[in-house]
Structures are given as structure tokens and as C-alpha cells.
């Protein structure tokens, strides 16, 4: 049964006989070149309520903005509410067949394989835990994992546990090992992660990009590195396995999963567009096929394949996704990815929402090519103007082009959480702590610890842009008011 929204037929039929596109009404197959083309801020702009409502959303690297369209799409799969793998209603298959399609996307975003690749989890932070409960039984006596001072705590603080906390009850030693980062220049410091790497590291950890230094990691290097080790993994390779967390780099980045040649690769749809509640574990397929799943139960058995003395698990992905999972979120958040590209490449005539035909490489490459020179755009006049404010400390690279779209500072002499509050008052959206960077906020000795953050995406202007720092730039002129806080606070 398909399910209507507003007009259109939602299949999940990419391949749907008699169709070109697998949905009526919607036969606007178009390919795409790789072009150079720009982003249209304004017609972007008429697809979310918070330009409406005045706010000035320079907050992007904790959670982007949902547009109309997705909030809609939850009301329009009501009409075929279901459970997914449970029933054989037509609506319990249609339901199903539109939430297994959604790891199509998911992996065609990506530039994966496929849905065997693909593990779905609430976010980012339960998809590296996800691969530390998988990884757990494999770590040997006196192996480590390498991970660096500049990640979120989501992905250091996993192995700390395992290292300091879970292993030790088990009675094997695993250590971690936290490469440096220039307090300068804001990048990863290469020979330090190098001089760390060696035969016994399982595991190298690193962030595609951070939430604090804005710092676009060199993923390639980092990959080098971890090949040469040489450390044995069961399945024979000779090499440590990497993990890229990519919470800050997926959104507004082209990535392709195969071309960096990553083990394992996470990040959150409610950076991207999406709602809460949905992050995506890329993993290679032979490794989620060899690693013990991370949770246990329902729908993660092959159809009875239960005995009182042995159980089978079912088939990737479905090995990875026990008990009833975020459905409508799943469903909502693969919408998102094609949003995206129907927004960056086409606002007024979407081409890919609403569908399910496959999205292709060229087209994703173009949009998030746009994404991205936008971001920069935005993120190149925050770093001018806030650069121009006496007493202004940026941190992370100078160059617009080795950064992510946010910028994170501090003013001379003000608590950085008083700078937020008093943007907050100027209308203008910002977060102020150590942003769950704490590692960096310590390695850069910040007193109070903490820094005001400004993060961009596609759908800022040049001008909120300019209020921001202008607000900034009040904040820093003005008397330190009552609200100034002592040392310290984590965040
Ligand atoms: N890693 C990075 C780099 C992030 O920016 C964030 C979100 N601030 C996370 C991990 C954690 O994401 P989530 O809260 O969605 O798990």
C-alpha cells in the first residue's frame, strides 16, 4: 500500500515496475553534473518558520533548523502507522519497505555499498559506543587506542570507560593514547598521533572535524598512519582500524566513505536538517558481520533461529537494529538528506524529496560542494569581523578553508557564558561552555574554561552574519556587567 503525502505517493519501490521513478507525479528524474553553482539563501530561507519568528540561528554545530517539510512528513505517515518487520498488514509492509529504503539513502549519501553498512542509533554518541560494546571482547592484553585532545567527549570519553572502567573488571590492560593538537594553528599534531600509532593499536579514533577549532582533520594522513602499524586484527588485516567521528563534518561536507577508506564513520541527523533522535553508524560490511552485535533482542534474530541452547542472528543491517526501532525518525531523517540536496541544488523544484529514487553521487557531490562554499562564505566574514574586534581571541585555523562553519572565541576580560547571554539579548543565537571539547578547552589552559561559539548553515545570510558580530562587538566595547562568572565550569 503506498502511502500518500499530500499528493504524493510515498513507495518504497525505487525500481517500481511501470514507473520511472518510482512515484507518480514525480517523474523529474534529472542527473546532475558536478557544478560550481551557488546556494539560494532567500528561496532557502521560505522552507523554515525561524526566519519568520525573527531568530538569528547562529547555533548550527549543536542542532540545525527542521524544514516545514519534514515536520509535515511525520503527520502524513500517520496515515500508515505501523510497526516495521511486525505485521502483515499492507501498511505494516509499506511501512517497512519505506523505513528499509531509508538505509538506502542513507548509504548512497555516503557513497557506502549499501544497508549492510549501515546501523542506525539515537546519535553520534551511541554510535562510537556502539563500536567500543562491539570492539570490547576483541581488544588483547596490552593493546591501546589512539584517539587526540581536540574530540568531542563523545569520542574519548567511550574509551577512557573502556580502558579505565571495563576492561580492568575483566582483567585486561588496554591503554589510550591522546595526540596533541597546535594551540596555534588549531591542527592536529601529525607526528605526535604518529609517534603514538605502533603494532599494538587496534584502534585509531579521530574526529573529521571539530566542534570547537572548527579544524577539518586530514583524514587521508590520519588513514596513512593507521595503516602502517601493522597491528593484527582478527580478521587478518594488518592495520589499525579507524574511526572518524563526523558529527561536525558530514553536514556540511561531501563525503564518501569508500574514497577515505574509514572503518567505521558516525554522525547525527539533527545537525543535517533532520529532527531529533536518529545518528547513523557507517561501518564496513565485513566488519559489522564479524563484530558481536551491540544490543540484543527482538528483530535482531533470524526468524526463529531462537533455541533454549543457541541463537542465530539475521541478516545485515538488521543484526545491528534490536527492538522497535526509531521508525518515523528514520524514515524522516533519509527525507532530510534529500532536502538537502533538493534545497542546495534546486530550492523552488524539488527533485528528490518525497521519493525514494535513488540519489545520485554527481548530485550529492554538487550540493554539498555548494553547502560547503556557503559555509565558508559565512564563516570567512564571521572570522573578518570578529577579527577586526579589539580583544577578541579566535582559536582554530585562520584559513577559512581548513575550517567547518563555526567560530569560537573568547573576549578579553568577559566570562564567555555573559557574551551568549548578552548575544542572546542582541536577538543573536549562540552557545557558550567548552562545547563538550573539554580535552581542548584544559590543553588550552582557558580561564574561565569556556568560549563563546557563532555556527553557520546553509540557511544564514551575510547580514545575520554581520549582527552577530556587530553584537559581539557591543559586548566587547560595553562595562563587564554583574554576570561574570568565576573559574571554573566544564562543559
Ligand atoms: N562529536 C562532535 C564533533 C559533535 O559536535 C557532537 C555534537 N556536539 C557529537 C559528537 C555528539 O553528537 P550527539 O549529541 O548527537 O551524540
Redesign the pocket.
Known amino acids: 500500500m503506498p502511502m500518500q503525502l499530500d499528493g504524493i505517493t510515498l513507495t518504497a519501490d525505487d525500481h517500481g515496475a511501470g514507473r520511472a521513478d518510482g512515484y507518480p507525479g514525480r517523474s523529474r528524474a534529472r542527473t546532475h553534473a558536478v557544478d560550481r553553482g551557488s546556494v539560494d539563501v532567500q528561496a532557502i530561507r521560505r522552507h523554515f518558520v525561524f526566519p519568520g519568528v525573527g531568530r538569528v540561528v547562529t547555533n548550527n554545530?549543536?542542532?540545525t533548523q527542521p524544514p516545514d517539510e519534514l515536520l509535515e512528513l511525520y503527520r502524513s505517515l500517520a496515515a500508515g502507522y505501523e510497526n516495521v518487520h511486525r505485521g502483515q498488514s499492507d501498511a505494516s509492509r509499506a511501512m517497512t519497505a519505506l523505513f528499509e529504503e531509508s538505509y538506502d539513502t542513507i548509504a548512497r549519501f555516503l557513497g557506502a555499498p549499501g544497508r549492510a553498512s549501515i546501523a542506525l542509533y539515537?546519535?553520534?554518541?551511541?554510535?562510537?559506543n556502539a563500536v567500543m560494546y562491539s570492539l570490547l571482547t576483541e581488544f588483547r592484553d596490552g593493546d591501546n587506542v589512539v584517539t587526540t585532545m581536540m574530540?568531542?567527549?563523545?569520542?574519548y570519553v567511550p574509551w577512557y570507560a573502556m580502558c579505565r572502567e571495563i576492561l580492568p573488571r575483566l582483567g585486561r590492560r588496554v591503554e589510550y593514547r591522546l595526540a596533541r593538537f597546535d594551540p596555534g594553528t588549531g591542527e592536529l599534531d601529525l607526528d605526535h598521533l604518529a609517534s603514538l600509532i605502533d603494532a599494538r593499536t587496534k584502534l585509531v579514533c579521530c574526529?573529521?572535524?571539530?566542534?570547537f577549532l572548527g579544524t577539518r582533520i586530514r583524514l587521508p594522513a590520519v588513514r596513512a598512519l593507521a595503516d602502517g602499524s601493522g597491528y593484527r586484527q582478527p580478521s587478518g588485516e594488518r592495520r589499525s582500524y579507524l574511526l572518524v567521528?563526523?558529527?561536525?563534518?558530514v553536514p556540511g561536507s561531501f563525503v564518501d566513505v569508500q574514497a577515505l577508506d574509514v572503518d567505521y564513520l558516525?554522525?547525527?541527523f539533527?545537525?543535517l536538517l533532520a529532527p531529533?533522535g536518529v545518528?547513523v553508524l557507517y561501518a564496513k560490511e565485513h566488519l559489522l558481520a564479524s563484530s558481536l552485535p551491540f544490543l540484543y533482542g527482538g528483530d535482531m534474530i533470524a526468524e526463529g533461529r531462537v533455541f533454549p541452547d543457541r541463537v542465530g542472528y539475521t541478516c545485515l543491517p538488521w543484526k545491528f537494529a534490536a527492538g522497535t526501532p526509531n521508525i518515523l525518525g528514520a524514515i524522516v531523517s533519509a527525507q532530510a538528506l534529500r532536502i538537502l540536496l533538493d534545497l542546495a541544488l534546486s530550492p523552488e523544484c524539488p527533485a528528490y524529496f518525497g521519493t525514494g529514487k535513488p540519489i545520485e553521487r554527481a548530485a550529492v557531490e554538487s550540493a554539498m560542494g555548494r553547502v560547503s562554499a556557503w559555509n565558508r562564505q559565512l564563516t570567512s566574514r564571521a572570522l573578518d569581523g570578529l577579527g577586526a574586534i579589539p580583544g577578541i581571541t579566535i582559536y582554530g585555523p585562520r584559513d577559512p578553508a581548513r575550517r567547518t562553519s563555526l567560530v569560537a572565541f573568547n573576549a578579553a576580560g568577559r566570562d564567555p557564558v555573559a557574551v551568549a547571554e548578552g548575544l542572546n539579548r542582541a536577538g543573536v543565537e549562540s552557545r557558550a561552555g567548552c562545547?563538550?571539547?573539554t580535552l581542548a578547552h584544559h590543553a588550552l589552559e582557558l580561564t574561565p574554561r569556556g568560549s563563546c561559539r557563532l555556527s553557520f548553515y546553509l540557511y544564514n545570510t551575510l547580514d545575520e552574519v554581520d549582527q552577530a558580530v556587530a553584537a559581539v562587538a557591543a559586548i566587547a566595547a560595553g562595562p563587564s556587567g554583574p554576570a561574570e562568572r568565576g573559574f571554573p565550569w566544564t562543559g
Open positions: 554545530a549543536a542542532s539515537r546519535n553520534t554518541t551511541e554510535a562510537i574530540e568531542h567527549n563523545s569520542n574526529t573529521g572535524a571539530s566542534n567521528d563526523a558529527a561536525q563534518l558516525a554522525f547525527s539533527h545537525k531529533f545518528g562545547h563538550c571539547a
